[in-house]
């Protein structure tokens, strides 16, 4: 399948015409989806998802995996994390993903954009949006969670904002600890320093990760960085 551009341009674009036009995003995506020859977004969002680099990449991940997913904005960071989180329920497995930036109908809105309805993953995904998120609170809300649940942290350089929430180190090496005990794959959303030059590298590597705290980055097991739809996916060591 031949794209004109990367589904999140198109989705970018989608959402501008929604803007302009005054129509719903819906209606937008379906029109984006029509001059790329699809009879609806649904259609070319389901057969784009055969092909995602998510789907190459779940079988990477295992339980007790800590990944680290970074872009600059715009980029299809969210997004591959919410495929990430599909092809997990896919599997069987639970998907779980608490947001600090997003709200419920923000995230809903990005299933679709990829194609998917979530009422058709019924019991198995999870959203919470709650301002208390941190790694004592994941913990306790992910403590019955059944090994190989894929957990999405949007995003790791917000973790530690309130004052009374550890370092994040500190919190990073309790969701490594926990992960690992409970058999369960965790995904962080991460920002991109601004300093990064897309014309010396294709893609971010760990050294342009924004660290306003210190973070030891191999606490990290797996990488995937993207930029201008290219995905570059490391295993540490």
Not at 170 to 177: C, E, G, H, N
């Amino acid at each position: 399948m031949r794209l004109s551009a990367p589904i999140y341009h198109l989705k970018r674009k989608a959402k501008l015409l929604s803007r302009q036009q005054g129509i719903p995003l819906h209606e937008a995506l379906d029109r984006i989806a029509a001059a790329e020859g699809f009879s609806g977004w649904s259609l070319l969002a389901a057969r784009a998802a055969a092909v995602t680099p998510a789907g190459k990449l779940f079988p990477e991940l295992r339980p007790g995996d800590l990944l680290l997913v970074g872009a600059r904005p715009g980029h299809g960071k969210t997004l591959m994390s919410l495929q990430l989180a599909v092809e997990a329920m896919k599997s069987g497995h639970r998907g779980a993903f608490f947001s600090l930036e997003y709200t419920e109908k923000d995230v809903l809105d990005r299933f679709r954009a990829i194609g998917v309805e979530p009422a058709q993953f019924d019991g198995l995904f999870e959203f919470d949006c709650s301002d208390a998120i941190s790694a004592d609170y994941i913990v306790k809300r992910m403590a019955g969670a059944p090994r190989g649940t894929l957990v999405v942290v949007d995003y790791l350089q917000l973790l530690d904002q309130r004052r009374e929430n550890a370092d994040l180190m500190i919190q990073v090496r309790a969701l490594k600890s926990f992960a690992r005990d409970q058999g369960l794959i965790v995904v962080f959303i991460s920002q991109i320093d601004r300093s990064y030059d897309p014309s010396a590298r294709s893609c971010p590597d760990l050294s342009d990760v924004r660290l306003p705290n210190p973070l030891d980055l191999k606490l990290f097991d797996k990488t995937c960085f993207l930029n201008n739809g290219e995905v570059q996916f490391r295993a540490a060591g």
